[in-house]
Every structure is written in structure tokens, then in C-alpha cells.
């Protein structure tokens, strides 16, 4: 990309980074009225987004082991049991657990956006399953910590994905499993499937892989160095480790006037097309519903840690999946007992586990080359444990608030777990 070899700016990068976190305390003390006011369902997504189409819908708040309060949705089987029904009157087989873990910059809602008939985590409980709805932290219903308060200590937003692998994960699975004494099926989309790949390959850590009998990971991103979004590879090379050690931890707010000067920064640079961000963004997505795209535009975007922001550009650059780099041997020493970040080693996940891959040829986030790497990573998985279905017409989005979502990828999903019980 000629963009990028003549792109020597990084300090214009850097000069609008330091007015994106100068300004933040002001805009941190805006969301703060936003968020009791515009969005004030207090009593969180089921409230906002569930209750209305007539499910049950339970809140759970889950504390991880950094004290952050997640909230969790159960949105319980929603037909009765005759549904299964061909092996005759009710049997008493308990309904088998699903969690739905969002991506980046969004939250739970991203399962409940179309109508019923449309959206993931309701087709799922008309299909008997039994539901769960994960929302990482700083995402407006977890904003919460037992001791940091997320507008006023920027502690609160000390933490990257390696955070959520190491902490939200586990808390959330351990909590569903301890509710239901069953192991779960598990669906990521985008960073929720970076989550899961790196989680299952870490070993036994925190008794996560164990208790996942399966996985559905839609528009896959592990390696991210093909990315053809250029705002996405623009703004990962603005995003340095410097800025978190230089200005401080911060949340990074898409709503917020800052991060609004930032995006028109990026959006002025040649190549970079912004007429249309969304595309711009996770690519020419073909299934959407215009009015669920302005719905979830106006409610969606969430805020995640500048430093979180970093990391995942360190992935975009490196090539490499590894935690978090300091950007300083000492510090990597300090944390690491390395001068370089461990490696997330994916031909360590479990040949065993079922995992089901879905991924798009118009994807700019996800891109096909990218896939492929990990898919080489997989080449020794067990091969009647891997399917892996490719939609040519599928960008990241229509994965899922996809029109035609049901017919190409839940049908499939909901097979694909039912052959494993
Ligand atoms: C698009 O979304 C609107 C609002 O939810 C809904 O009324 C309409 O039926 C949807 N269109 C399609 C084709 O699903």
C-alpha cells in the first residue's frame, strides 16, 4: 500500500493522541451523564433489549479476580420441551449452556439487535438452548469495580486482552458452569474469538478448556497482519506503546469528542475513505438491515482501554501473537522475566475440542490471508473436530446482524452443537 510506505507521520499521530488524552477527563465526566441518562436501563440489557420481545431474562454481575463487576445475561430456553420432542413426553435432559462473547468496541447487544427471528442469542433459546450473555469490562453495564471508580481512576483502564484471557473469561465460564453443572458451548465474534483461541491454547489456565465443550468463532482474528482496512492500519500504527507510557492509561470513548478528532484525523489521510465508516472498517458487509446499522451506531460503539487499543495494534504490526509489549526490555523483564512478550502458542489448543470457523471473503478485519495462518496453526487438530465454512459475500458484520445470518451460519451452528452433546 503506497499509503503506508509514504506515511512517515507518526508524529501527527502522536500530536493527536496527546489531544485525544489531554481532553480526556472532560469527556470521561460527559459519559458519565450520557451513560444514567440516554442509556439508563438500570436494569441493563435484558431490560433494553430482551424483556420487549417477550423472553425471560435474568442480570447476573460476576466479579473477576482483578475485582472488575461484569454484568451477565441468561436468557433461559424459550419454548417448552416439547420442542425436541421426538422421543416422546418430556424427557428431563437439562438445556445446554451457550455464551456469546462480543467483540471490540461493542457489548452484548450485539446478539440482540435484529429481530427475534434474526439475532443470534434468541434464535439459540427458541432452539432450547440456554443462553448466556458475557459484556467486557469498561462496555457500559461492566464499568464497575470493587474498589476503582472507571470516570475517576485511570487504573480502571489498566488493562489489555490479555486482561479479559486471563480474568473475564474464566470468571464468566466458571460462573456459568457453577450455575448450570454443565460445560458450555461457547460463540465469539472478532476479539471474542481472539479471546477464546488464546485462552484454549494457554494451557489449563483457570480451568477454562475444560469446561467448553465447544466452540463457534465467527470472523476469526488471531493474526491480524493482512488487515486491508487502511483506517484499521493507519490507526494501529498511530497507536505506539509510547502513548500509554508517556500520557497514562486511558479510556478510549468512540463516542466521545476526542476519539471523534482522532477518527477525522485518520479519515484525512490519503486512502483512507471514511464516507462510509462502517465499511471502511470490517468491509463491504452485504446483509444488513439500515435501520438495525443506525440503531446500532447510535448505541453500540462502547469504550475499551487505550491501552487494550495498543496492544491489539502491536498484533497488527507484529505479525505476532503475544501479550502485551512494554516497549521496553526492563519492563518486559519485570513482567514477563523476558525482554520479549510470551507467545500465544495456538497449535496448543486442544486437537480435540470442536470448533466450528466461519469466516467471509469481504472481511476487512478478518482477512482470508490471516485465516489461513491460523488455520496452519490448526493443521494437526483431530479432522472430524474442525469445520470450517467460508462465505465469499460476508464481511465482519453481517456475521452477526447479517439478514441471511440464520439460513448461512446458525443453522449450522445450532447442528454443529447438537452433534456434540
Ligand atoms: C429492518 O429493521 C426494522 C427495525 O427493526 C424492521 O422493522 C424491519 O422489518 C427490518 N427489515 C428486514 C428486511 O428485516
Known amino acids: 500500500m503506497a499509503l503506508l510506505s509514504n506515511f512517515g507521520g507518526v508524529a501527527v499521530f502522536a500530536s493527536m493522541m496527546i489531544t485525544l488524552l489531554v481532553h480526556l477527563p472532560y469527556q470521561v465526566i460527559s459519559t458519565s451523564r450520557t451513560a444514567s441518562t440516554v442509556e439508563g436501563f438500570l436494569g441493563g440489557l435484558c431490560a433494553s433489549s430482551v424483556h420487549i420481545h417477550g423472553y425471560k431474562c435474568q442480570e ?25 420432542g421426538s422421543d416422546g413426553p418430556k424427557t428431563s435432559r437439562p438445556s445446554p449452556p451457550v455464551l456469546l462473547q462480543h467483540g471490540l468496541l461493542v457489548d452484548g447487544m450485539t446478539w ?65 458452569f457453577k450455575q448450570t453443572g454443565q ?12 479471546m477464546a483461541l488464546a485462552s484454549f491454547s494457554s494451557g489449563n489456565e483457570k480451568q477454562v478448556v475444560d ?26 500504527r498511530s497507536f505506539v506503546g509510547e502513548i500509554t ?12 469528542e476526542p476519539v471523534a478528532i482522532f477518527i477525522k484525523a485518520i479519515c484525512a489521510q490519503p ?5 462510509d465508516l462502517l465499511t471502511e472498517l470490517t468491509g463491504k458487509n452485504c446483509c444488513l438491515n439500515s435501520t438495525v446499522v443506525d440503531l446500532f451506531l447510535n448505541t453500540e460503539p462502547q469504550p475499551t482501554s487505550t491501552k487494550n487499543l495498543v496492544h491489539l495494534a502491536q498484533t497488527v504490526r507484529d505479525g505476532r501473537l503475544a501479550k502485551y509489549d512494554y516497549g521496553n526490555a526492563n519492563f518486559n523483564l519485570e513482567h514477563y522475566g523476558n525482554v520479549k512478550p510470551p507467545a500465544y502458542d495456538l497449535t496448543r489448543i486442544p486437537r480435540d475440542l470442536p470448533i466450528f470457523l466461519s469466516y467471509g471473503g469481504r472481511d476487512a ?8 495462518a491460523l488455520l496452519d496453526d490448526l493443521k494437526n487438530h483431530d479432522i472430524d473436530k474442525l469445520h470450517v465454512q467460508y462465505i465469499k459475500d460476508y464481511a465482519h458484520v453481517d456475521f452477526i446482524m447479517g439478514l441471511t445470518a440464520n439460513d448461512l451460519v446458525y443453522n449450522q451452528i445450532i447442528k454443529f452443537f447438537n452433534n456434540q452433546q
Open 60 to 84: 447476573f454481575q460476576v466479579s473477576t479476580d482483578d475485582g472488575y463487576i461484569l454484568s451477565v445475561q441468561r436468557i433461559p430456553p424459550h419454548r417448552s420441551s416439547s420442542v425436541v
Open 112 to 176: 440482540l439487535l435484529n429481530s427475534p427471528g434474526q439475532s443470534l442469542a434468541f434464535i439459540l433459546a427458541d432452539s432450547g438452548f440456554d443462553v448466556w450473555i458475557s459484556n467486557i469490562r469498561g462496555t457500559r453495564f461492566s464499568r464497575r469495580h470493587v474498589t476503582l471508580n472507571a470516570n475517576i481512576n485511570p487504573e480502571f483502564w489498566d488493562w489489555t486482552w490479555d486482561d479479559l484471557i486471563m480474568n473475564d473469561l474464566p470468571a464468566v465460564i466458571n460462573f456459568i
Open 183 to 194: 460445560k458450555l458451548h461457547y460463540v465469539g465474534h472478532s476479539l471474542g474469538t481472539l
Open 211 to 236: 469446561k467448553v465443550k465447544s466452540a463457534a468463532l465467527l470472523s476469526p482474528i488471531a493474526y491480524l497482519s493482512h488487515m486491508t482496512t487502511a483506517f484499521g492500519v493507519v490507526a494501529a
Open 245 to 256: 507510557t508517556m500520557f497514562g492509561l486511558a479510556e478510549f470513548n468512540p463516542k466521545g
Open 271 to 275: 486512502g483512507v475513505d471514511c464516507y
Open 365 to 372: 478485519l478478518s482477512d482470508v490471508k490471516d485465516m489461513e
